[in-house]
């Protein structure tokens, strides 16, 4: 397993265009998570899934935000109509959850980084 | 809301020396977890060590170890013998142990150097 794979690692976009990034997370783990990271800040949680079910958005998720997890595998995380706020690094994670037992290891991405002109 | 609070922005050490990260937290909640996380240039955040807050005894993980103390809610990082390698962004983050919630609170960061 090479861990979590995020793509792409860059994007440049024009404002109100829309795109979207993809996580693959680890293959046996169950949860994953999206997190954004404005510099010189830490990460902010944004939503996850366990397996395909939404279980927690933030309320930095706007109306403009929409992740998938369509078959429990890997992730979509789409922005429409970008703005120049939405610059920052987009993180993803995975972790395993059995039994209900809280977990408490997550494996990071690489990230994307958005830019928005 | 959790929150949490890293007081400084940038630590500098001298190679092999000890230096201490400061992590300071605030919760209604009783259980939760506490991390670390170091963030290299390449991006990725790897995690460095981890407590339960039920457990009294601090986690220690080869060079790295914490001093937690409940009561004042604080949560530092010692870093023993620093390495170079060891140059990097620290996070502090919260998990709440309740049920439903699972994402992390982070901190706003500590630049560590290593001077060489």
């Known amino acids: 397993d090479t861990g979590v794979s995020q793509d792409p690692r860059h994007k440049i976009t024009k404002r109100g265009q829309n795109v979207t990034f993809r996580c693959d997370p680890i293959?046996?783990?169950?949860?994953l998570y999206w997190y954004r990271q404005t510099l010189g800040q830490g990460p902010e949680f944004l939503t996850y899934f366990q397996n395909e079910a939404q279980l927690e958005k933030s309320r930095l998720l706007s109306d403009r935000f929409s992740a998938e997890r369509p078959k429990g595998s890997f992730s979509t995380l789409e922005i429409q109509r970008t703005e120049q706020g939405d610059s920052a690094m987009y993180l993803c994670?995975?972790?395993?959850?059995?039994?209900?037992?809280?977990?408490?290891?997550?494996?990071f991405g690489s990230g994307t980084r958005l830019t928005v002109v | 809301a959790q929150t949490v609070t890293q007081s400084q922005p940038e630590m500098s050490v001298q190679e092999a020396e000890t230096v201490t990260l400061s992590c300071t937290y605030d919760t209604s909640e009783s259980d939760y977890y506490l991390f670390w996380y170091k963030q290299p240039p390449s991006r990725q955040m790897i995690l460095v060590i981890r407590q339960e807050a039920y457990k009294q005894q601090n986690a220690t993980e080869n060079r790295f170890s914490v001093n937690f103390q409940k009561a004042a809610k604080s949560f530092s990082l010692k870093i023993s013998d620093s390495q170079l390698g060891d140059a990097a962004m620290y996070f502090c983050?919260?998990?709440?142990?309740?049920?439903?919630?699972?994402?992390?609170?982070f901190g706003k960061g500590t630049h560590l150097i290593i001077q060489p």
């Open positions: 994670a995975s972790s395993l959850v059995r039994n209900s037992q809280i977990n408490y290891g997550y494996t």
């Open positions: 293959s046996e783990h169950n949860r």
């Open positions: 983050a919260y998990r709440s142990a309740g049920g439903g919630a699972d994402g992390l609170t």
